[in-house]
């Protein structure tokens, strides 16, 4: 209890005051996107409160959409941003307040999330929180040890389709979206699938017991079946950049629209209340439900189809 309320301290932000955050990994776009929406100037796509002002460059040799990109992403935060690199992730600690794990490739996320829960400050570990549902465990264990709060999601749970089409009378959810896969990844849906899965967990909830995945040339379709009956469909679509949902109600079926909005913002908003608070706004414990979704859906794949229960 003592090392935790030390913790909580140390962590404690100064009210009224930006944040200070540290970047870990950038290899991905998302680097560029969300110091912009913090550091740049005022204005609807802009988010108060923080600002990014040291990062750790990170990078993986084997995965193309990291080292194709990682010396450019830190070139543009450093000459743009004016963003401080430190050679080591220890070295990230006394400069910021709160770190955003963002590292492209899930495989490193233990090891870094092992280092940054040393700092005592919150983490946010953007997706794919890791590889494999026993690194996502790990994690969440490394977390409570070290009394470190932490949280990983989409940007689409705060999507205007996720946050309109939330009912509680929903009877079942079908959603869709890209899908495409990075071989070094074990959880091949964890890679892009995460946007339309999260989604259907936004507007399911959680409580899935079992998965059922069919592979396709147009496609693959994973069905959970909550502990409830009710029943939850992902299609992964490999030709389209597109996301949709429907909701299957009493009386009723909604359908989301084309032009419904997906932005980051929202969910950088909601970064920043858990940084200053702690508190995470999704649970972990649904994230690694989330996991385990993917895990049987992986199982279920290996197994030619057949329905498999979540770890």
């Not at 743009?80 to 050679?87: A, L, M, P, R, T």
């Not at 080591?88 to 495989?107: F, H, M, N, T």
């Not at 409830?228 to 009493?250: C, I, M, N, Q, S």
């Not at 032009?259 to 940084?275: C, G, N, Q, T």
Request: hydrophobic share 40%.
């Amino acid at each position: 209890m003592k090392r935790l309320l030390l913790l909580l301290l140390i962590c404690r932000p100064v009210l009224g005051a930006d944040l200070q955050l540290g970047i870990i990994g950038t290899d991905t776009s998302h680097a560029i996107a969300f110091t912009k929406a913090f550091n740049g100037t005022p204005g609807p796509n802009h988010v108060e409160g923080a600002r990014v002002v040291a990062a750790f460059k990170g990078g993986s040799h084997d995965v193309e959409s990291s080292y194709t990109r990682v010396d450019k992403f830190a070139e543009q935060l450093s000459t743009e941003w004016k963003v401080e690199f430190v050679d080591e992730i220890v070295q990230l600690c006394p400069k910021v307040d709160a770190i955003l794990l963002e590292s492209v490739d899930g495989r490193t996320h233990l090891e870094q999330a092992r280092q940054a829960f040393a700092c005592g400050k919150p983490v946010f570990i953007d997706k794919p929180l890791a590889s494999t549902l026993e690194d996502a465990r790990e994690i969440a264990r490394l977390a409570r040890e070290t009394g470190v709060p932490w949280f990983s999601s989409s940007s689409l749970r705060w999507s205007e389709i996720a946050t309109s089409m939330r009912y509680e009378d929903a009877l079942g959810a079908l959603t869709w979206g890209p899908g495409p896969t990075e071989p070094h990844h074990y959880l091949d849906l964890s890679w892009y699938a995460i946007h339309p899965i999260e989604t259907l967990y936004t507007l399911m909830g959680p409580g899935c017991v079992e998965v059922t995945r069919t592979a396709g040339k147009t496609g693959d379709v994973i069905v959970g079946r909550w502990k409830d009956g009710r029943l939850g469909t992902v299609r992964v679509l490999p030709e389209t950049w597109e996301y949709g949902a429907v909701v299957f109600r009493p009386k009723s079926v909604e359908q989301s629209r084309s032009d419904m909005a997906h932005s980051y913002i929202p969910m950088l908003r909601e970064i920043v209340k858990f940084f200053r608070t702690g508190t995470p706004p999704v649970p972990n414990e649904e994230t690694l439900e989330i996991f385990a979704f993917m895990d049987a859906a992986q199982r279920s794949k290996e197994q030619g189809g057949k329905t498999v229960k979540l770890r």
